[in-house]
Protein backbone atom coordinates (compact mmCIF):
# COMPACT_ATOMS: atom_id res chain seq x y z
CA UNK A 1 0.00 0.00 0.00
CA UNK A 2 1.14 3.58 -1.10
CA UNK A 3 0.69 6.86 0.57
CA UNK A 4 1.44 9.72 -0.78
CA UNK A 5 3.72 12.63 1.25
CA UNK A 6 2.91 16.21 1.28
CA UNK A 7 5.33 18.73 1.09
CA UNK A 8 7.66 19.89 3.58
CA UNK A 9 4.72 22.77 5.28
CA UNK A 10 2.68 19.64 6.39
CA UNK A 11 4.31 17.19 8.64
CA UNK A 12 5.30 13.68 6.66
CA UNK A 13 3.14 10.95 6.76
CA UNK A 14 4.23 7.42 6.64
CA UNK A 15 4.36 5.77 3.35
CA UNK A 16 5.32 2.54 1.94
CA UNK A 17 6.91 2.10 -1.84
CA UNK A 18 8.90 -0.46 -3.11
CA UNK A 19 11.60 0.34 -5.40
CA UNK A 20 11.57 0.36 -8.79
CA UNK A 21 13.87 -0.86 -11.68
CA UNK A 22 16.51 -0.32 -9.55
CA UNK A 23 18.93 -1.48 -12.33
CA UNK A 24 18.37 1.77 -14.05
CA UNK A 25 19.25 3.96 -11.29
CA UNK A 26 22.36 5.77 -10.92
CA UNK A 27 23.81 4.14 -7.62
CA UNK A 28 26.98 5.43 -5.73
CA UNK A 29 28.47 2.75 -3.67
CA UNK A 30 31.32 3.24 -0.74
CA UNK A 31 31.70 3.39 2.70
CA UNK A 32 30.66 6.13 4.84
CA UNK A 33 34.14 8.23 4.88
CA UNK A 34 34.37 7.85 1.04
CA UNK A 35 30.78 9.42 -0.05
CA UNK A 36 31.40 12.32 -2.31
CA UNK A 37 28.44 14.61 -1.30
CA UNK A 38 28.57 18.09 -2.61
CA UNK A 39 29.31 20.80 0.07
CA UNK A 40 26.94 23.86 0.43
CA UNK A 41 28.14 27.05 -0.34
CA UNK A 42 27.01 30.31 1.00
CA UNK A 43 25.63 30.93 3.02
CA UNK A 44 23.89 27.68 3.67
CA UNK A 45 22.39 26.85 0.53
CA UNK A 46 23.77 24.12 -2.40
CA UNK A 47 26.03 25.49 -5.82
CA UNK A 48 23.75 22.53 -7.44
CA UNK A 49 20.04 22.50 -5.74
CA UNK A 50 18.44 18.77 -5.54
CA UNK A 51 14.63 19.36 -6.83
CA UNK A 52 11.91 16.79 -7.72
CA UNK A 53 12.97 16.72 -11.23
CA UNK A 54 16.43 15.76 -10.79
CA UNK A 55 17.68 12.76 -12.49
CA UNK A 56 16.70 9.63 -9.75
CA UNK A 57 19.47 9.13 -7.78
CA UNK A 58 20.55 6.20 -5.09
CA UNK A 59 23.18 6.83 -2.45
CA UNK A 60 24.13 3.72 -0.92
CA UNK A 61 25.87 4.61 2.75
CA UNK A 62 26.58 1.01 3.23
CA UNK A 63 24.34 -2.65 4.39
CA UNK A 64 21.68 -0.34 5.09
CA UNK A 65 18.27 -1.73 5.92
CA UNK A 66 16.30 0.85 4.66
CA UNK A 67 15.41 3.54 1.81
CA UNK A 68 15.05 7.00 2.58
CA UNK A 69 13.62 8.60 -0.79
CA UNK A 70 14.55 12.54 -0.91
CA UNK A 71 12.74 14.11 -3.95
CA UNK A 72 14.13 12.29 -6.68
CA UNK A 73 17.37 10.83 -4.13
CA UNK A 74 17.48 7.55 -2.46
CA UNK A 75 19.88 7.09 0.39
CA UNK A 76 20.13 3.48 1.51
CA UNK A 77 20.38 3.77 5.93
CA UNK A 78 19.88 2.37 8.65
CA UNK A 79 16.48 2.29 10.35
CA UNK A 80 18.11 2.73 14.20
CA UNK A 81 19.74 5.81 12.88
CA UNK A 82 16.28 6.85 11.32
CA UNK A 83 14.49 5.86 14.60
CA UNK A 84 16.33 8.55 16.13
CA UNK A 85 14.02 11.16 14.69
CA UNK A 86 10.21 10.68 16.15
CA UNK A 87 8.42 11.77 12.89
CA UNK A 88 10.32 9.41 11.30
CA UNK A 89 10.38 7.06 13.32
CA UNK A 90 6.34 7.46 12.98
CA UNK A 91 6.78 7.05 9.00
CA UNK A 92 8.62 3.85 9.50
CA UNK A 93 5.85 1.92 11.75
CA UNK A 94 3.22 3.43 9.38
CA UNK A 95 5.99 1.53 6.76
CA UNK A 96 6.17 -1.83 8.97
CA UNK A 97 2.28 -1.63 9.57
CA UNK A 98 1.07 -1.65 6.07
CA UNK A 99 3.34 -2.39 3.79
CA UNK A 100 4.17 -6.02 3.18
CA UNK A 101 7.09 -5.09 0.44
CA UNK A 102 10.84 -3.19 0.63
CA UNK A 103 11.67 -0.96 3.84
CA UNK A 104 11.25 2.11 1.80
CA UNK A 105 10.29 5.51 3.11
CA UNK A 106 9.75 8.74 0.83
CA UNK A 107 9.70 12.71 2.01
CA UNK A 108 9.10 15.46 -0.10
CA UNK A 109 11.67 18.63 0.59
CA UNK A 110 12.34 21.75 -0.96
CA UNK A 111 15.44 22.54 -3.28
CA UNK A 112 17.84 22.08 -0.16
CA UNK A 113 16.10 18.96 1.18
CA UNK A 114 18.66 16.22 -0.76
CA UNK A 115 21.75 18.31 -0.09
CA UNK A 116 20.40 18.84 3.85
CA UNK A 117 19.53 15.15 4.07
CA UNK A 118 23.83 14.64 2.57
CA UNK A 119 24.81 16.67 5.28
CA UNK A 120 22.82 15.66 8.23
CA UNK A 121 24.13 12.11 6.95
CA UNK A 122 27.63 13.11 7.03
CA UNK A 123 26.98 13.58 10.94
CA UNK A 124 25.06 10.90 11.71
CA UNK A 125 27.50 8.19 9.94
CA UNK A 126 30.31 10.59 11.72
CA UNK A 127 29.68 9.10 15.15
CA UNK A 128 30.04 5.52 14.42
CA UNK A 129 33.66 5.89 13.32
CA UNK A 130 36.31 7.60 15.57
CA UNK A 131 36.56 10.85 15.84
CA UNK A 132 36.49 14.00 17.07
CA UNK A 133 34.70 15.31 13.91
CA UNK A 134 35.07 19.10 12.81
CA UNK A 135 32.29 20.12 10.60
CA UNK A 136 31.70 23.11 8.86
CA UNK A 137 28.50 25.64 9.42
CA UNK A 138 26.42 24.52 6.19
CA UNK A 139 26.77 20.68 7.31
CA UNK A 140 25.33 21.73 10.83
CA UNK A 141 22.74 23.77 9.52
CA UNK A 142 21.50 21.08 7.64
CA UNK A 143 21.11 18.47 10.77
CA UNK A 144 19.74 21.37 12.81
CA UNK A 145 17.57 21.67 10.01
CA UNK A 146 16.34 18.51 10.18
CA UNK A 147 16.38 17.34 13.47
CA UNK A 148 14.43 20.37 13.66
CA UNK A 149 11.72 19.20 11.20
CA UNK A 150 11.88 15.50 12.38
CA UNK A 151 12.16 16.04 15.94
CA UNK A 152 15.47 14.45 17.29
CA UNK A 153 16.17 16.84 20.31
CA UNK A 154 20.20 15.48 20.79
CA UNK A 155 21.00 16.43 17.16
CA UNK A 156 19.48 19.54 17.23
CA UNK A 157 21.24 20.34 20.56
CA UNK A 158 24.78 19.01 19.05
CA UNK A 159 24.00 21.33 16.05
CA UNK A 160 23.50 24.24 17.72
CA UNK A 161 26.31 23.94 20.46
CA UNK A 162 28.75 23.61 17.34
CA UNK A 163 27.30 26.61 15.26
CA UNK A 164 27.68 28.50 18.48
CA UNK A 165 31.04 28.66 17.46
CA UNK A 166 31.09 28.78 14.31
CA UNK A 167 32.44 31.91 11.89
CA UNK A 168 28.77 33.24 11.02
CA UNK A 169 27.83 36.70 10.72
CA UNK A 170 25.37 38.47 12.54
CA UNK A 171 23.03 38.23 9.52
CA UNK A 172 23.08 34.75 8.80
CA UNK A 173 22.50 34.05 13.23
CA UNK A 174 19.38 36.05 12.78
CA UNK A 175 18.72 34.18 10.12
CA UNK A 176 19.43 30.69 11.98
CA UNK A 177 17.26 32.18 14.77
CA UNK A 178 14.36 32.74 12.88
CA UNK A 179 13.92 29.90 10.88
CA UNK A 180 15.01 27.80 14.20
CA UNK A 181 13.33 29.68 17.07
CA UNK A 182 16.71 30.82 18.80
CA UNK A 183 15.73 34.21 20.58
CA UNK A 184 18.99 34.37 22.55
CA UNK A 185 21.08 34.48 19.16
CA UNK A 186 18.48 36.63 17.90
CA UNK A 187 19.24 39.09 20.04
CA UNK A 188 23.02 38.80 20.30
CA UNK A 189 23.18 39.33 17.07
CA UNK A 190 20.55 42.07 16.80
CA UNK A 191 22.96 43.88 19.26
CA UNK A 192 26.21 42.76 17.20
CA UNK A 193 24.59 45.00 14.34
CA UNK A 194 23.48 47.51 16.74
CA UNK A 195 27.19 48.12 17.69
CA UNK A 196 28.78 47.60 14.38
CA UNK A 197 30.72 50.31 13.30
CA UNK A 198 30.07 49.45 9.43
CA UNK A 199 27.06 50.61 7.84
CA UNK A 200 23.89 48.02 7.51
CA UNK A 201 24.19 47.19 3.43
CA UNK A 202 20.91 46.45 1.47
CA UNK A 203 21.43 42.85 1.14
CA UNK A 204 21.61 42.82 5.11
CA UNK A 205 18.59 44.96 5.51
CA UNK A 206 16.49 42.94 3.06
CA UNK A 207 17.05 39.92 5.51
CA UNK A 208 16.15 41.98 8.54
CA UNK A 209 13.11 43.08 6.87
CA UNK A 210 11.09 46.47 7.15
CA UNK A 211 10.21 46.62 10.72
CA UNK A 212 13.17 45.08 12.14
CA UNK A 213 15.26 47.36 9.94
CA UNK A 214 13.24 50.66 12.00
CA UNK A 215 14.46 49.37 15.03
CA UNK A 216 17.91 48.30 14.09
CA UNK A 217 18.11 51.95 12.48
CA UNK A 218 16.98 53.91 15.89
CA UNK A 219 18.84 51.50 18.30
CA UNK A 220 22.24 52.36 15.96
CA UNK A 221 21.74 55.62 15.94
CA UNK A 222 20.89 55.41 20.20
CA UNK A 223 24.06 53.95 20.09
CA UNK A 224 26.04 56.30 18.25
CA UNK A 225 24.60 59.28 20.61
CA UNK A 226 25.44 57.13 23.71
CA UNK A 227 28.79 56.00 22.09
CA UNK A 228 29.85 59.61 21.01
CA UNK A 229 28.85 60.75 24.70
CA UNK A 230 30.61 57.87 26.20
CA UNK A 231 34.08 59.16 23.62
CA UNK A 232 33.49 62.68 25.14
CA UNK A 233 33.77 61.12 28.69
CA UNK A 234 36.71 59.56 28.18
CA UNK A 235 38.17 62.68 26.31
CA UNK A 236 37.59 65.24 29.01
CA UNK A 237 38.83 62.46 31.39
CA UNK A 238 41.83 62.50 29.53
CA UNK A 239 42.13 66.09 29.58
CA UNK A 240 41.60 66.36 32.97
CA UNK A 241 44.24 63.27 33.81
CA UNK A 242 46.48 65.35 31.84
CA UNK A 243 46.41 68.64 33.64
CA UNK A 244 46.31 66.65 36.97
CA UNK A 245 49.90 64.95 36.09
CA UNK A 246 51.06 68.42 34.29
CA UNK A 247 50.04 70.23 37.92
CA UNK A 248 51.42 67.44 39.49
CA UNK A 249 55.15 67.76 37.46
CA UNK A 250 54.99 71.63 37.99
CA UNK A 251 54.50 71.16 42.10
CA UNK A 252 57.28 68.10 41.43
CA UNK A 253 59.32 71.15 39.63
CA UNK A 254 58.56 73.46 42.33
CA UNK A 255 59.53 71.20 45.44
CA UNK A 256 62.74 69.96 43.54
CA UNK A 257 63.73 73.48 42.88
CA UNK A 258 62.66 74.56 46.53
CA UNK A 259 65.36 71.90 47.63
CA UNK A 260 68.19 72.74 45.36
CA UNK A 261 68.25 76.07 46.59
CA UNK A 262 67.90 75.10 50.13
CA UNK A 263 70.65 72.82 49.56
CA UNK A 264 72.63 75.41 47.98
CA UNK A 265 71.84 77.90 50.87
CA UNK A 266 72.98 75.44 53.33
CA UNK A 267 76.18 74.56 51.60
CA UNK A 268 76.59 78.80 51.52
CA UNK A 269 76.26 78.76 55.12
CA UNK A 270 78.62 76.01 55.60
CA UNK A 271 81.15 77.47 53.21
CA UNK A 272 80.97 80.75 55.06
CA UNK A 273 80.63 79.19 58.50
CA UNK A 274 83.98 77.61 57.77
CA UNK A 275 85.95 80.21 56.73
CA UNK A 276 85.02 82.40 59.60
CA UNK A 277 86.56 79.45 61.76
CA UNK A 278 89.61 79.48 59.96
CA UNK A 279 89.82 83.59 60.18
CA UNK A 280 89.73 82.99 63.65
CA UNK A 281 91.67 79.72 63.85
CA UNK A 282 94.73 82.14 62.25
CA UNK A 283 94.03 85.72 64.04
CA UNK A 284 94.36 83.05 67.53
CA UNK A 285 97.56 81.61 65.66
CA UNK A 286 98.68 85.67 64.87
CA UNK A 287 97.76 86.76 68.53
CA UNK A 288 99.75 83.65 70.13
CA UNK A 289 102.94 84.01 67.70
CA UNK A 290 103.19 88.22 68.28
CA UNK A 291 102.71 87.48 72.76
CA UNK A 292 105.39 85.09 72.01
CA UNK A 293 107.87 86.85 70.59
CA UNK A 294 107.18 89.79 73.00
CA UNK A 295 107.84 87.56 76.07
CA UNK A 296 111.42 86.76 74.52
CA UNK A 297 111.83 90.90 73.67
CA UNK A 298 111.42 90.91 77.40
CA UNK A 299 113.51 88.36 78.49
CA UNK A 300 116.00 89.86 76.53
CA UNK A 301 115.87 92.96 77.39
CA UNK A 302 116.05 91.81 81.16
CA UNK A 303 118.93 90.44 80.49
CA UNK A 304 120.23 92.66 79.33
CA UNK A 305 119.60 95.16 82.34
CA UNK A 306 120.97 92.65 84.42
CA UNK A 307 124.61 92.77 82.75
Known sequence: MALSISPMSTPPVSVAVTPSIISEIERTQGKVEDLKMPDPVAPFGSGEVNSMSDAPTVIDLGDGDIELKVNNTTFKSHKHLLNDFA???????????????????????????????????????????????????????????????????????FSVDRLESANLSAIQRIELAREFDLSGWDERAFQELVERSEPITKDEAKV????????????????????????????????????????????????????????????EEKRKKEEEEKRQREEAERVAREEEERKKQEEAKRAEEKK
Not at 119 to 143: H, Q, R
Open 208 to 267: IGFERFEELARARENEKIKKGMEDERVRRGEEEKKKEEETKKKEEEKKQEEEAAQRQREE
Open 87 to 157: RLREMIKGMERYSSGGSCITIYRDERGVDDFKNMFKVLYASLIKGPFEFDAPTLVSSLRLATSYEYPELRK
